[in-house]
Every structure is written in C-alpha cells, then in structure tokens.
C-alpha cells in the first residue's frame, strides 16, 4: 500500500527539515533540505542548461559523499552564493566533513539554481543576498513548510503560469518513506493542451492540486511543443530544481539508479521537459534508517517508481499553490 504522509511534504521522511527565505524586492529566495545527519546524496542532471555547485562530488565514482545541506536557490548564478551561507550556518553548528581532530570541519552543500531575473524584481548584483538568504533559510528550517510563492518559487513561472514550490510524500507498506520537493520554473507547460488538467492529474492523491480530471471524450494529442510553454524560448533562463529523499539504506550506485527512474517524474509533469533551455537538476538522498529486506532489486524498483510519481506530484503542487506576481497569473486565477 502506498499513501501520502502526514504532512504530505518531503518532511514526512523522518530526519528531513527544509528552510526558506525570500528577498521580496528581488522576488527571489532559498529553499534549504536539510538532514539532521549527513545523509548520502546524488545527482542527476537532465537539462541542457543547469546551474550547480558541488556536483561532481556526488558521482558514485567519486568518494561518495554525504552532504549537509541541500540548497534550490533562485538568482541565476548568483543564486550559487546560497551555499555560502549555508555552509557558514552549519559550521556554527559544528558540522561538516571532518578531515581529523584540531582541522576546521568541511560542510558538504551541494546546490541548483533557477533563472528568475527577469519576473520584474530589482536586484543588484553587487549587494548579493543569496548567502545571507542561505543563512536565514538554513535557521528557519523545520519540518512545516509554505507551498507556492516561497523559497526558491518565489520568482518561478511554469510554462505561461507562475510557478512556485511544491512538495509531496509516499509512506510504503506503512513503513519505509519516500518524498519530493521541486521548485518549479520550466519552459515547459504542466497542463494538458486546451485545458485546466494537469499532466499529473492521473497521479493525484486526494484533490492536492485541484482535482481536475479530463472530460471525455479526449482531446486528439497536439503533437507539437504547446501553446503555453513560455513566451520566446531562452538558454538559461528556466528550470525545475528539484530534491528527492528517502529513509531506505542505499548506496551511491543504488541512489543513481533512483535519480535516473525519478527523472521521468518531470516527463510525468511536464511538456517538454530536459529541453537545451530548462536545468532538470534532481538530487537524492538517503538518510539510510531503514535497511531493504527481502527482493533488493525489487524494493529498489518500487522505491525509483514511487519516487518519480512524488516528484510529478510535488510538481504540480508547486504550479497549483502559486500566487499571482506581478504580470505572472497563477493557475488558479486562470482557471477559476
């Protein structure tokens, strides 16, 4: 059996917080996940323009590491500078890789950035924010957290919607935990051609994100790029960041197989989705509290489905909790 969690948040997965901030001029922010542990992490990048930081690291080829902190930051390139904060929040707490006793310890942040710079915020490039912004998030974090207009989604637009940040969960056989968080800002459209459907719609729990479903007969399948991607197509100036964690004990190898199966959730969410102008960065986690017992190749198989179908989920979310900024309409001033 597979259900929402509780919260039906990323947060769901035991030992997961996630913080936020926002500059309001700016229209831009910081979403954090942030494990109580070092958790084991990997990537998974399918867009023809991201923006990342600490990436290379979490190849299972390389050491295979455990990070700290996972940082979805608007502000482009500068966004990056998230990190920073982050980085120097943790080392206050005393946390971060050590190398021996008596040398400073290293905190591990990998980050993804989206493209918001031009939803209509001032923001000057020689006051960056983002690592202060990276900091308060860090502070903020907790396992209660605002959909929508938040964090990373502040300045988000999905297709010709606005975008935001969405989160969705999946507890399994009532025990082991499965959870998603993108922020979502694609090119490409979260709905159905010429309706108020989301892609996801048949993957919805409960009414989630507004409980549409197709009116019969269907549409015939527009075979072209929609109508409502957004506006003029442009390198760098989109894409849907995302983060995935589960409580299942997985190695790096294993976690890759994950990442690349819950990639197709945003194939589920979005169309087109992993185009030359969108980012398509997810990473995963694994806290690692419960071991796989019996068929391994199974669970993990279940566990990369369910994990693709969160983040579809969590995608959606994020479209439909959108406010309207600006000249930005949300969904749900579109379709009322």
């Known amino acids: ?29 910081v979403t954090v996940v942030l494990p ?9 990048i399918r867009g023809g323009a991201p923006g990342t930081r600490e990436t ?6 390389s050491l295979g590491a ?44 990998p980050a993804a950035i989206l493209f918001d710079l031009a939803n209509g915020g001032t923001f000057a490039a020689d006051k960056n924010p983002y690592a202060e912004l990276g900091r308060k998030a860090a502070a903020a974090a907790a396992a209660d957290f605002a959909l929508g207009n938040a964090g990373a989604g502040l300045g988000a637009v999905a297709g010709a919607y606005k975008g935001g940040i969405g989160s969705a969960s999946a507890i399994v056989d009532d025990d082991i935990a499965i959870g998603a968080l993108a922020a979502v800002n694609s090119v490409g459209s979260p709905l159905i051609p010429g309706s108020d459907v989301f892609w996801a719609f048949a993957l919805e729990q409960g009414d989630e994100f507004g409980g549409r479903k197709p009116r019969a007969p269907w549409p015939q399948a527009e075979l072209d790029v929609p109508d409502d ?3 003029a197509l442009r390198p760098r100036a989109n894409t849907t960041i995302a983060a995935i964690a589960t409580d299942v ?8 197989r994950i990442a690349i199966m819950a990639a197709d959730g945003l194939a589920r969410a979005i169309r087109p989705s992993h185009t030359p102008f969108d980012g398509d960065t997810i990473f995963v986690m694994s806290t690692g509290a419960k071991a796989v017992s019996g068929d391994r190749p199974r669970a993990l198989t279940r566990v990369g489905s369910i994990a693709a179908d969160c983040l579809a989920r969590a995608i959606a979310r994020g479209v439909y909790a959108a406010e ?4 930005f309409k949300s969904y749900r001033d579109c379709f009322r």
């Open 229 to 231: 991607v957004k506006g």
């Open 324 to 327: 309207s900024l600006g000249e």
């Open 249 to 256: 004990e997985l190695s790096s190898v294993e976690l890759k």
């Open 36 to 44: 109580d542990m070092a958790a084991r992490t990997v990537v998974e």
């Open 56 to 61: 290379d690291a979490l190849d299972p080829s």
């Open 66 to 109: 455990k990070v700290d902190a996972i940082v979805l930051s608007g502000g482009s390139a500068f966004g990056l500078d998230a990190a920073s904060g982050v980085m120097g929040w943790l080392s206050a707490q005393g946390r971060g890789f050590e190398i021996r006793p008596g040398v400073p310890r290293v905190p591990i942040v």
């Open 1 to 29: 059996m597979v259900r929402p969690g509780k919260r039906n948040l990323i947060t769901d997965v035991s030992g997961i917080k996630v913080g936020q901030a926002e500059d309001a001029r700016a229209r831009s922010g």
